[in-house]
């Protein structure tokens, strides 16, 4: 596959008809009406609404975590339904990020070691990831926090750490 965001105005994710009920009880309880977007490459979207209104819902849809009872999602010119969870979660580890209301670290990890984890999930050598860590860590301006857990990280910190 090529690379679908890399010129400005290129399609990044599309939703079309997306649509998440539940079953509670014997009732069934619609979470998303039938949601249609667009994200083009550079543009920065933000979901709102209340407490409740589907907002987590529509990104675990987005994202690949969750499926859709109706409508379909492509996320980097691939169909979300068509792929495997496997394939999946490569994606997540290799292509896109999620900042989390919550951090999501390891606790008993290091930074180091946090940014390390999905890396090593991916197969790559050992020098590569700590080149990488290095290297994302200069970026983020963290370095001197490589050594930290994530309770004596910031919370600023510790979003950075789990992009």
């Known amino acids: 596959m090529g690379k679908v965001?890399?010129?400005?105005?290129?399609?990044?994710?599309?939703?079309?008809?997306?649509k998440k009920s539940y079953a509670v009880g014997d009732r069934t309880v619609e979470v998303l009406k039938g949601i249609d977007m667009?994200?083009?490459?550079?543009?920065?979207?933000?979901?709102?609404?209340?407490?409740?209104?589907?907002?987590?819902?529509?990104?675990?849809?987005?994202?690949?975590?969750?499926?859709?009872?109706?409508?379909?999602?492509?996320?980097?010119?691939?169909?979300?339904?068509?792929?495997?969870?496997?394939?999946?979660?490569?994606?997540?580890?290799?292509?896109?990020?999620?900042?989390?209301?919550?951090?999501?670290?390891?606790?008993h990890l290091t930074a180091r070691e946090n940014i390390i984890l999905p890396l090593r999930l991916d197969g790559r050598k050992e020098k590569e990831c700590a080149e990488v860590a290095a290297e994302v860590c200069r970026f983020l301006g963290i370095e001197e926090r490589l050594d930290n857990l994530p309770r004596q990280l910031s919370g600023g910190e510790q979003q950075r750490v789990a992009l």
């Open 5 to 18: 965001g890399s010129e400005k105005g290129c399609r990044i994710l599309e939703a079309k008809g997306v």
């Open 38 to 107: 667009v994200v083009e490459d550079g543009e920065f979207v933000a979901v709102l609404g209340e407490s409740g209104s589907g907002k987590s819902t529509l990104l675990y849809i987005l994202a690949g975590i969750d499926r859709p009872t109706e409508g379909s999602v492509t996320l980097l010119g691939r169909d979300l339904a068509s792929i495997t969870d496997e394939v999946m979660a490569a994606m997540r580890r290799r292509e896109i990020s999620f900042v989390y209301q919550f951090d999501n670290l390891v606790p």
